[in-house]
């Protein structure tokens, strides 16, 4: 049996997904003739049925469907290694580092600062996101190491704990809850996140939907003072955004949040290596724990 080629996933992919040949073939901008013709090949180079086709329906057979799932990734692999070689190939090249705007610690200056003074640095090259999207984008290659907020799927990565902040509930000045010194969770009922997530249940996923990600800070704050919403915000973030009409108050029982920096296992970058040891240093120095360099 010959090796499989790219194309001839893509084009199982495309009718797996669509059930239907025309719609498979309209989307990869093929007559369709020719894309049932190489899935009649694909079967045969195989020695398997992938597709039961009727004149009514398509539907995959088991071995369709085990081989829908490995494509995706091979697909998703080649992608990721295509735009990591382009990214190594550039005439100047740069570490791209993927996170959530001020979802730092407060601590990405100061690495940014010092790690200009490694003799492996590189031009670094910010990749914003919503919250959960650092970790695709290191597994499809558009960034070479991420600062992200635990948890989140580690397989296959290397991640090295930064620091653990506290959060604080951040609400209108004007609400009630802005009497308190301090509070629990269970005192938030009622009350929704910027996800829309209830607030009564502890934040200690990602976000359930694309609402959180497509409002960047100044709108979620314009949100809290309008009383719509309240906030889980690192203490790092209260500090660095005092508004009259936002009270930040702290709430006993709410879980901190864990920094951490994570990379591809595979990685053998030294300007990635610099980066996380610079990191690492610069959080010890802040938090007060002696200075231990990673190993790699």
Not at 74 to 95: K, M, Q, S
Not at 159 to 187: C, F, G, I, K, W
């Amino acid at each position: 049996m010959s090796d499989l080629e790219v194309r001839q996933l893509r084009y199982f992919v495309a009718v797996a997904e669509e059930l239907h040949f025309g719609r498979a073939a309209e989307r990869l901008g093929m007559a369709q003739p020719p894309l049932s013709r190489a899935i009649r090949e694909l079967e045969r180079q195989l020695g398997v049925t992938l597709m039961e086709r009727t004149t009514r329906r398509v539907t995959l057979t088991p071995a369709g469907e085990t081989l829908l799932r490995d494509a995706r990734t091979a697909l998703d692999a080649v992608a990721a290694a295509a735009r990591r070689a382009r990214n190594a190939g550039r005439p100047e090249p740069v570490l791209r580092l993927a996170l959530k705007a001020d979802y730092d610690g407060g601590l990405l200056p100061q690495i940014m600062a010092a790690y200009q003074q490694e003799p492996a640095a590189l031009p670094v090259r910010l990749e914003l996101g919503g919250r959960a999207e650092q970790e695709p984008a290191l597994r499809d290659g558009r960034a070479d190491l991420a600062l992200l907020v635990r948890p989140f799927d580690e397989r296959d990565l290397d991640v090295e704990p930064l620091l653990t902040e506290s959060r604080l509930l951040a609400v209108a000045a004007n609400d009630p809850l802005a009497a308190h010194t301090s509070l629990r969770v269970a005192d938030l009922a009622g009350r929704v996140l910027p996800d829309g997530a209830p607030a009564d249940h502890e934040e200690s996923a990602p976000p359930r939907s694309g609402q959180a990600r497509s409002l960047d800070l100044a709108q979620i704050f314009n949100l809290i003072e309008l009383g719509d919403i309240v906030w889980f915000v690192p203490e790092s973030i209260a500090r660095l955004h005092p508004r009259p009409g936002v009270a930040y108050r702290s709430v006993s029982d709410l879980p901190p949040l864990e920094f951490a920096l994570a990379w591809p296992q595979e990685s053998r970058s030294p300007a990635v290596a610099a980066f996380v040891r610079t990191a690492c240093a610069v959080a010890a120095l802040v938090a007060g724990r002696p200075v231990e360099v990673p190993a790699r």
